[in-house]
């Protein structure tokens, strides 16, 4: 195969991205910002792409030069970590597939909450691991980068108060949030069947051998075993085990679903040798072993146990199954309490109640593996700090290993009874066949031939040289474009053919060219647009880690008008409560005005899916007071539409304090369609909104 020479002079192979037209070649960079960083460099088919008319943009065409970002966020765990399933059992991060189900959390009223969500997308890394250990033995072997969810909130495994590497970190004053570590699921041999058909057959079988006389002729005996169950994984466990101990059973269907009454399925023998061999199997053992005890704890919870409310128990009228059944609970160190009702024959029915909340009820799933799932559910179920999981170390291993990620819905999984955090998916990455996480950080797709391609599809008879919007995806002035100089290229083209654009960015980078902004100013029209959410330092350090400082992008806006360049700016995003308030808003609005400015636009945070779980977990880290009122504000992707009224007007007050604002200038008249930059009226809102820049 065919190799390339990166800057290092090392021999690198192509790799294959689908969408271009030859294999990548890959590149790495030895200055620091590029650190760890991995450029594919490949041959696009097309430059030009088409926006969607259902997005309302009020332009139709859009160019980006790069695909991925380098100020991302990345998690990883080793692989053997065991995730908690939504049918509660545990599964290797590293056997871990996308489309599975498994459990993460909500916040819902004053708790957080257990819910069902799918896995969107899996990948690996290498990297220096960590072991976390916890006071109640739990240990986790992860990256640095990795979040978990504390009593303090969401907290890196390392980091540091100063400096570059400062962030919220794990130490020994905090306590990881969950149940703590998961208990290992039973070996599945031939006493643990026997224990799981002991418990179930005892619990909800039927079993006998009779005979009865006939008139003049011999005595007719009887044998009857027959199990019936409304939950085919109890009925089949039953049947397969019994398969394998050589008693062979019929199933069928003991009864039909009518109104409310769920359909029963049976398994049934009628031989003499197969209910001999049936009572054989479940007498009870002279020495039972811990297997067989787990076992027995399975069956018998699958016929006669219960879970619901935050209760598991187990009931009875046969005192020597009771016994049985407080008796393998104290062997694996639960406890319980017992409860005693008469029923209406008299008889006195037990019930076997464990303690201990869901911390217990998990390790009794996982210690003996019940069969049914609908009794294994947690969802809903509050997520309290009364594990004992303070952190006790946190310690380098000295070695890189494969580590392991998952995306899914909401945003954290629960790996050995610890809540952790993952990387959302980002979707303009995943159908390059580029993970969601840490490929989208760095592996920065470079369409090195975007001039050229883009000058072929102007030539085409079928342009009309129609308005091409930058930056509507990834920004044109991302840090490689210095290196690159691929949207410099772009522009180029575009001024050759006459051809109207506009650029978004947060970026002073766009400065460096300048002399083609004058060029496009004056011949086919050319406008640009900064992002500038607030000047406030210390929302901003928290808000947009990465990004340029906005008095640097403010000044950036100053030196293009003085260029006689229209520039507006993007008020994107204003955070409730954090970048709202009258004086922080007076001050984008003054610096705006004194800049020139040609518009001046708010956009109030708009939490879309895959943003909202990216954000939420950013806001307990870095508000976490504020966190009930986002929760109580985006129970959509848009705030209140009185929120954002209320913050519009108030822009629009502050503006009508600067003339500048009061009336377009001629450089604003002549301003091509871009991203929205009027005002929006009174009680709408543009429909675009840039990054937080929490990636």
């Known amino acids: 195969m065919q190799t390339f020479t990166d800057l290092r002079g090392q021999a690198r192979q192509p790799t294959d991205l689908p969408l271009f037209d030859a294999p990548a070649t890959v590149r790495t960079f030895d200055s620091p910002e590029f650190r760890d960083v991995t450029f594919y460099e490949v041959e696009a088919k097309s430059i030009l792409n088409r926006i969607p008319a259902a997005s309302r943009m009020p332009f139709e065409w859009t160019i980006n030069v790069y695909r991925g970002c380098s100020h991302s966020c990345s998690y990883c765990q080793s692989g053997d970590t065991p995730i908690l399933m939504a049918n509660s059992r545990t599964k290797p991060l590293g056997d871990v597939r996308v489309g599975d189900t498994i459990y993460g959390t909500i916040r819902d009223g004053a708790y957080r909450r257990y819910v069902a969500t799918d896995v969107l997308d899996h990948w690996s890394t290498v990297k220096p691991a960590y072991r976390v250990t916890l006071e109640d033995g739990t240990e986790l072997v992860t990256s640095g980068d990795h979040r978990f969810l504390s009593d303090r909130g969401w907290k890196h495994v390392t980091g540091s108060e100063h400096g570059r590497d400062r962030r919220p970190h794990l130490t020994v004053n905090n306590k990881l949030m969950g149940t703590g570590r998961f208990a290992a699921p039973p070996d599945g041999g031939p006493d643990y069947r026997r224990g799981y058909l002991c418990g179930m057959i005892r619990g909800d079988g039927h ?97 006669e146990g219960s879970h619901s409310g935050g209760i598991l128990r187990i009931c009875n009228t046969d005192p020597a199954i009771v016994d049985q059944i407080t008796s393998c609970l104290r062997r694996f160190g639960f406890t319980f309490a017992i409860e005693t009702r008469l029923t209406g024959n008299a008889k006195r029915l037990q019930y076997v109640r464990l303690l201990g909340g869901l911390r217990e009820r998990l390790r009794f799933f996982h210690t003996v593996d019940p069969a049914i799932t609908r009794k294994r559910i947690i969802d809903g179920t509050a997520i309290k700090g009364d594990a004992p999981l303070r952190v006790v170390s946190v310690e380098p291993l000295g070695v890189d290993l494969p580590l392991y990620d998952i995306t899914t819905g909401t945003g954290d999984f629960i790996s050995n009874g610890t809540i952790s955090h993952n990387c959302f998916a980002r979707p303009s990455h995943t159908y390059l066949n580029f993970d969601a996480g840490r490929d989208f950080e760095r592996k920065i797709v470079v369409k090195v031939n975007a001039p050229e391609v883009l000058r072929r599809e102007l030539r085409r008879k079928s342009w009309t040289g129609a308005h091409v919007a930058m930056g509507t995806n990834t920004d044109p002035y ?66 947009e880690p990465g990004t340029p400082h906005p008095k640097a992008r403010m000044a950036a806006v100053t030196q293009l008008v003085a260029a006689g360049i229209p520039c507006g700016i993007l008020m994107a995003p204003i955070l409730p409560g954090i970048s709202d308030s009258p004086e922080q808003l007076r001050a984008v609005v003054r610096a705006a005005a004194d800049a020139g400015a040609s518009h001046l636009t708010p956009i109030t945070l ?14 307990e880290e870095a508000y976490p007071e504020l966190v ?20 519009a007007d108030r822009v629009r007050s502050e503006k009508r304090r600067h003339p500048a604002f009061a009336s377009p200038t001629p450089a604003t008249a002549r301003r091509l369609p871009d991203l929205p930059s009027a005002d929006p009226p009174s009680g709408t809102e543009p429909t675009t909104q840039l990054s937080l820049g929490l990636d």
């Open 478 to 543: 991302q840090r490689c474009e210095g290196r690159y100089r691929l949207t410099r290229g772009v522009l180029e083209v575009l001024r050759d053919y006459a051809n109207p654009c506009s650029v978004l960015t947060k970026s002073p980078l766009l400065l460096r060219d300048l002399d083609l902004f004058v060029e496009l100013a004056g011949t086919a029209g050319f406008s640009a647009n900064l992002s500038i959410g607030t000047l406030d330092e210390e929302v901003w350090r928290r808000s």
């Open 207 to 303: 079993l006998g051998s009779y005979a009865y006389p006939r008139p003049g002729r011999a005595r007719a005996e009887v044998h009857r075993f027959r199990l019936a169950l409304v939950d085919l994984e109890a009925v089949r466990r039953a049947r397969d085990y019994l398969a394998g101990l050589d008693v062979l059973t019929d199933e069928f269907a003991f009864q039909e679903a009518v109104g409310q009454r769920r359909a029963m399925t049976a398994i049934r023998t009628s031989t003499g040798a197969g209910v001999a061999s049936v009572e054989s199997i479940i007498a009870w053992p002279c020495s039972a072993s811990d297997a067989w005890g787990k076992g027995f704890l399975a069956g018998i919870f699958d016929a």
């Open 606 to 619: 708009h939490l879309r899916p895959g943003v909202k779980e990216e954000f939420l977990p950013w806001l």
């Open 628 to 647: 009930p009122d986002y929760r109580r504000l985006y129970r959509g992707s848009n705030a209140p539409r009185s929120l954002r009224e209320e913050i």
